[in-house]
């Protein structure tokens, strides 16, 4: 019963181009953990009772809006449904993690050290090798590079078919990037690997993000650029952070320039609002820096 109307309320966000995969499968938890005790609607104590089961406040805090969220959509057509009251678990979103820029050479280093990841002699390594780069030179998200087919390489770029909310862009590449994924399709012709991913492992198919983020986070902590297991450090995301860093530092510390650029930046991240590109300023003191500098220059100007 509770399924039936999870499917409908799942299909209803994802109608409206939300991807929607994390709620659904919450809500699946939800609805065999009450499901376990012949629940047929939604009720507050049985809600706080999952969300007590969490690993972490956290945990406990997305579960609870997520059911919340959720037995509003059922109470709406049944008043059986119990809606418990908003906030009960905390209304804190988790911090966003402060972005760690990567320097060039360590960009290559990774890059280097991923050609010696198992197993050897086969396409694996270079596909880490190459993926990794593409990461550091477009500022795609992981799950847009490992998404990319071999037909998305075309003359005017790479075009990016599984970006965020289901939305579609082309991005530009510069020559040397070109030339770089057409040595690894070479790679793959030698290797005689298969398969219709642009990247791929022995199997033929693209590695998972999970796997791709392990990689990463390994080879990072091998190289000494990430402490021990348990701590906070680098991690693959930041090679976008880096991208969209540098892109901003390279912009002239203009107000109208820099409103173009933010613009511009916000379409081929691919991001949803261009607020969501404003965020970079934070991790961009040199810009935040001559900002700072040319406000004051103008304030001044403006007294006088």
Known sequence: MLNMHISRYVTLHRSLGRKYSEQDRMLRQYAAYAE??????????????????????????????TARNFS????????SHEVPPAGVFGRGKRPRPTPIIIDPDQ????????????PQGTISPYTYHYLFGLLAATGLRISEALALQCSDLVEDGL????????????????PSTRQALEAYLALREKHAARG??????????????VRAHVVFVRLARLLGYR????????RLHDLRHTFAVRSLESCPPDREAIAHHMAGLSVYLGHVSVANT???????????????????????????
């Open 36 to 65: 376990g005790f012949g629940d047929r609607h939604t009720q507050v104590q049985r809600i706080y009772d999952w969300c007590h089961s969490s690993s972490s406040q956290y945990v406990a805090r997305r579960r609870f809006d």
């Open 278 to 304: 404003y965020w970079y300023l934070e991790a961009t003191p040199v810009l935040l820096r001559d900002i700072a500098a040319a406000s004051e220059q103008l304030y001044r100007g403006e007294a006088a």
């Open 227 to 234: 402490g021990p297991t348990g701590t906070a450090g680098m």
């Open 107 to 118: 960009v290559r280093a990774i890059m280097t050290a991923a050609l010696d990841v198992p």
């Open 159 to 174: 075009i990016v078919r599984n970006g965020k909310f289901g939305k579609q862009r082309l991005i530009a590449l510069q």
């Open 72 to 79: 509003l959509f059922a109470h709406a057509e049944d008043s």
């Open 196 to 209: 219709n991913d642009l990247f791929v492992t022995i199997r033929g198919r693209a590695p998972h993000k």
